[in-house]
């Protein structure tokens, strides 16, 4: 008899080692957002604004995300007329911060002082995550600042945008600092090229 309870407890035991004994905990993954709304609605509830494509990567791996790319054909980009009105983000947030309104601002009114021009919103984010969890979230700070700019007045036919992810760091280091300046909308100036 004794046997048998020291048989029978040392099986329990040997199953309950082994069911619980291999796991082991991922580390350091990186969480996929869900997919964005497919309509994003206008601040002053005029309509949608159509979102821009999906993330597809090319058969060399990655690439920018854009919106309209030939469209653009007939236009020459101004990098420096917008540049000191570039907005910055909180980590992982695609939310435009009261703090940035004034430089949205200043872009929307250079696009209502020339109806020939448009705007580029080129989305970027700091070196952590993913690099499909990047491409997402720098489409979705793109788009937020576009939101905000068609709640200003401006058509969004006007308004181009495009996700860089973490390819094209504002400022290469490796620490907060640095994450700061990289998690950020530049706009670009679209003129239109002459004879077009």
Known sequence: MMIKIIYTTALALAVAIASTGCKHRPYAVTPIPPAPNPNVADLNGGGTIAPGPAFNPGPGGPAPIAENPDDLSNYTQDRSALAADTIHFAFD?????????????????????????????????????????????????????????????????????????????????HDEAAWKQNRRDDFVLLHPKTGA
């Open 93 to 173: 947030s695609a939310v435009v911060r009261d703090s940035e309104r004034a430089n949205l601002q200043q872009v929307a009114s250079a696009l209502q002082g020339d109806p020939n021009t448009k705007v580029m919103i080129e989305g970027n984010c700091d070196e952590r995550g993913t690099e499909e969890y990047n491409r997402s979230l720098g489409e979705r700070r793109a788009e937020a600042a576009r939101e905000a700019l068609v709640g200003m007045g401006v058509d969004a036919n006007r308004i181009h945008t495009i996700s860089y992810g973490k390819d094209k760091p504002a400022d290469p280091g």
